[in-house]
């Protein structure tokens, strides 16, 4: 990883661990309030290039796979981490790979619908088209295509890639496809004035509630949160 992504993945990770995990052996105490002090506004939350937005992300998304507080990769939307010992992660002729993921029921965008693999598709297709605002395609160019390739279920989510790499677990985002899609359609390249990049509908930990420019952006508690409520109210 590079130095920005660790230090990302770690305070993601550091926020999660202090102000989002449950703890054990019970529900988690739920009460207060933690301030988190940045040095810079975000300009949107989405398609942005700024740190502090990708940090924002990372408290209001879960993510097929992440990093936790120990810098250990785990499964969060999906059920396991593909490996090529068990056949979910294959390598083909040519230097080809198929890896498999099972999505995890249960995840639910803040709107309360759920989060299925035709989300992670569709975020694919949306992101390689060349007239949305995407940043960098460099990882997405060595896809050839991430499908779901049984209509009875949305759970299973194929990634196919056009040659060997290393990190294919990573770098997958997952957006809302029902908030985006209309938009996306009608032009793609004004997804960044989106009301997604503004007050965004997530599927982590926290959920948006507003955002006063130059003051504060205000999240709190998702109580419907697969992985148990997070145990401070509000951040």
């Known amino acids: 990883m590079t130095r920005r992504v660790q230090l990302r993945a770690l305070l993601?990770?550091?926020?999660?661990?202090?102000?989002a995990a449950p703890t054990m052996g019970g529900a988690a105490p739920f009460s207060g309030t933690v301030v988190i002090g940045v040095a810079q506004e975000p300009d949107a939350l989405l398609f942005s290039a700024m740190q502090v937005a990708g940090e924002i992300q990372d408290?209001?998304?879960?993510?097929?796979?992440?990093?936790?507080?120990?810098?250990?990769?785990?499964p969060q939307l999906v059920e396991k981490i593909p490996t090529v010992k068990d056949g979910s992660w294959?390598?083909?002729?040519?230097?080809?790979?198929?890896?498999?993921?099972?999505i995890k029921r249960g995840y639910t965008w803040h709107d309360g619908r759920p989060v299925t693999a035709l989300d992670a598709s569709w975020t694919y297709l949306m992101l390689r088209n060349p007239r949305s605002p995407t940043l960098s395609r460099f990882e997405l160019?060595?896809?050839?295509?991430?499908?779901?390739?049984?209509?009875?279920?949305?759970?299973?989510?194929?990634?196919?890639?056009?040659?060997?790499?290393?990190?294919a677990n990573l770098g997958h985002s997952v957006f809302p496809k029902h908030v985006l899609e209309g938009a996306y359609n009608r032009d793609p390249s004004t997804l960044k004035g989106h009301r997604q990049a503004r007050a965004p509908v997530g599927s982590g930990h926290y959920k948006f509630v507003e955002w006063i420019p130059g003051s504060h952006i205000t999240?709190?508690?998702?109580?419907?949160?697969?992985?148990?409520r997070p145990s401070v109210q509000r951040l």
Request: net charge positive; charged share 25%.
């Open 12 to 19: 993601a990770a550091s926020v999660l661990l202090i102000a």
């Open 59 to 74: 408290v209001l998304y879960a993510y097929m796979v992440r990093y936790n507080d120990r810098g250990q990769l785990f």
């Open 90 to 102: 294959q390598i083909l002729p040519g230097k080809k790979m198929r890896v498999t993921y099972k």
């Open 141 to 167: 160019r060595k896809i050839d295509n991430m499908l779901v390739p049984n209509p009875r279920d949305h759970y299973t989510l194929i990634v196919q890639w056009n040659e060997a790499h290393p990190f």
């Open 219 to 228: 999240f709190e508690a998702y109580e419907a949160f697969k992985e148990g």
